[in-house]
Every structure is written in C-alpha cells, then in structure tokens.
C-alpha cells in the first residue's frame, strides 16, 4: 500500500505523462487482446466479400431484441441489424414485387420494424431456408414478412495496391505508435520515480524503492484494464500475454539501471 500510494502521488504531480502512460498502457493491452476483431473490422477483404442477406418486416412485436440475440447465435448467421420504419421504404417495394399489391395493406395498417439478417458467404440454400424458418417460428408467422436472400456486389480491391498493404499492417503500427509513447512516458515518469525512491532509500532505509514502486502502481492499472477487455472478449490472447511480459520485460531493468545512477538536483 505504501508503494502505491508513492505511485499515485507521482501520478498527481506528473498528470500529462500519467495520461499517456495509462492510456498508452490501456490501448497496448487492448489492441493485442482483440487484434483479431480490430485486424477483421478493419480488412477490405472482409468488407469487400458481400454477404448475402435477407430482411424482414415484423408486425407489433416489442420483443425483437431478444429474438436478435437468439438470432446471432445461430451457426451461418453473421449480424442480425435492426431498423426502424423510415428505413425500408425501398424494401416496401421490393416485398410488393415479391408478394404482390395486397401486402401493402397489412403493412400500412399496423407498426412495423426491420430485421436484416446477414448470412455466412458460402451458406447452402437448404441452411438459409432453415434460419428463415427459425426467425418465423420465433417471431410468429402470422406477425412476420420475409424478403428474398439476397447477394449484392463486393468491393473489388487489388491485394498489391499500396492502401491495401498499408490498411492490412494499420494495427501493426498502432501498436508501435503506442508502444513508443509508453516507453516515452515511462522513461520521464523514472525522473520523478527515482527522486521520490532516493529520499525514501536515504531516510527510510528501504532498498529497490523505484521498481517496486513502479511495478506496484503497473500492476494496479493492468488488470482494471484486463478485467475490461476479458469481460468485452472473454477469451485470453496469446499476444496479451506477450505484451504484459514485454512491459515488465522493459520496466524493470529501467527501473534498476536509472535508480543506479541516483544524480537529482536538490
């Protein structure tokens, strides 16, 4: 508690350098735990390979989030999106064309919401009939009009063109953009680590004062961080834990060879 409470009082005195060091440590720790999902939502390859889809109009049902839950879950579905009635006017028009004129009066008599249920590329018609039963079982078939599954046209890109290699290494230098602000921010961070660990040693007759400092106030930012990322992701990175290592890797022995050379100017 002692170390702690040191790391906090240099964290108030140093509030710029402790905003970079902790939000450089937060994203360092993010990014490598869910570097799968930013590298997926980031791609071009992704975006560019259209999914098909299929969208539905849902009569008087107020408990649609739950069926978009239960709908994510099942294996060939994608993303489940709702929408609200401004925004399938063009579906109203397609669904004429589908099921005639007469729908027209049953939509306009009662409220209605929009469901868009993409599906997995490559999804065999006989499993994409199936999750469209699913989604009539669960809303009621009564209550339900379904749309045709539709394929739109992906982006074509060029895997050689230089945005594209660039976009597909962004995370790659995020992460040493971060990585370097930490290593900045700690590295000033130490003047005031090894100035407060000096009186300590000298008055106190405590020995490696600076890392245990250091590593006390670390760890105390490390797993909120952890435990945010674990709750959002449950799943634990093998670069996460790399990354932690990493840090404690650097902060240690910066911690040891600049509290060697104790020189302050009192």
Known sequence: MF?????????????????????????????SHQRTQFKRDLSL????????????????????????????KLPGVASVALGGFSSFKREIENLTQTF???????????????????????????SQKLIREYLVRLVGESSITLGNVKKP?????????????????????????????????????????NRTSYIIEKFQ???????????????????PILALNIGFHNKFEVLTILTVGIMFVLLVPMAIMSGKKQYIRI
């Open 3 to 31: 170390y702690l409470k040191e790391f906090f009082k240099i964290f108030r005195e140093n509030t710029m350098l402790a905003v970079i060091f902790t939000v450089s440590t937060a994203a360092l720790l993010t990014l």
């Open 45 to 72: 390859d992704q975006q560019g390979a259209a999914l098909p889809y299929f969208n539905a109009l849902v009569r008087n049902n107020s408990n649609l989030d739950s069926i978009a839950r239960r709908m994510k």
């Open 100 to 126: 005639g004129k007469d729908i027209l009066k049953g939509i306009t008599s009662t409220h209605h919401q929009k469901i868009k249920v993409s599906l997995d590329t490559g999804l065999r018609a006989k």
């Open 153 to 193: 046209k992906g982006i074509q890109v060029k895997k050689d063109h230089p945005a594209i290699l660039l976009l597909n290494k962004v995370d790659q230098y995020i992460y040493f953009i971060f990585g370097s602000l930490w290593l900045i921010s700690m590295a000033l961070l130490l003047k005031s680590v």
């Open 205 to 223: 007759r405590r020995r490696h004062t600076a890392v245990k400092i250091l590593a006390t106030g670390f760890i105390s930012l490390l797993l």
